[in-house]
């Protein structure tokens, strides 16, 4: 296990489409696992494999308040998609920064787990927006393209308190 590095905005390979994953190798396997353990250190709900240098279709996600359930997405894709929903949303990428961004209110995924075993997920509010934002990077998309009414800074005083509670959630 080894906590990797985390490419940052202006880093071209975080705007390039990222190769689908044929077969799972050990070696692939490892990097799932490094994934998920920079992702718990960098305190990130989710990080996609072009984050970390790695032009494949993974990303790993952990919406849960403990940090305990981790999900893995190999080759995924967004296959039903309905409502809308506004938030802040933030980047390990784009460190400091937040922007409100509108994403559907519910989402349908299939994708493949880190044994290349199918599997379909769905997912509201927070896991929803983590899989849209998580699932551009594999397109070489960042939230900053998204945002409405650019970015501000995470140190900047909170508006209301509902911007302070969304604070803090980096993907
Ligand atoms: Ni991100």
């Known amino acids: 296990m080894a906590l990797l590095t985390i490419r940052e905005i202006g880093d071209p390979i975080l705007e390039k489409r990222a190769k689908e994953v044929k077969e799972m190798t050990p070696r692939l396997k490892e990097l799932v696992k490094d994934m998920l353990e920079t992702m718990y250190d960098a305190n990130g709900v989710g990080l996609a494999a072009p984050q970390i240098g790695i032009l494949k279709r993974i990303v790993v996600i952990d919406v849960s308040p403990e940090q305990n359930d ?21 980047c390990l990428s784009v460190p400091g920064k937040i922007g409100e961004v509108i994403r559907p209110a519910h ?22 927006r983590c899989m849209c934002h998580e699932f551009d990077h594999l397109d070489g998309i960042l939230y900053t393209t998204k945002t409405i009414g650019g970015l501000m800074d995470t140190d900047a005083p909170a508006e209301d308190e509902e911007d302070e509670e969304e604070d803090g959630e980096e993907e």
Request: aromatic content about 10%; charged content about 30%; glycine content about 10%.
């Open 70 to 90: 981790p999900h893995v997405f190999i080759n995924p894709v967004i296959i039903e998609q309905d409502g809308e929903q506004d938030g802040m949303e933030g």
């Open 107 to 128: 989402v349908k995924t299939k994708a493949f787990d880190e044994n290349m075993q199918p599997f379909e997920i769905e997912g509201t509010e927070l896991f929803a």
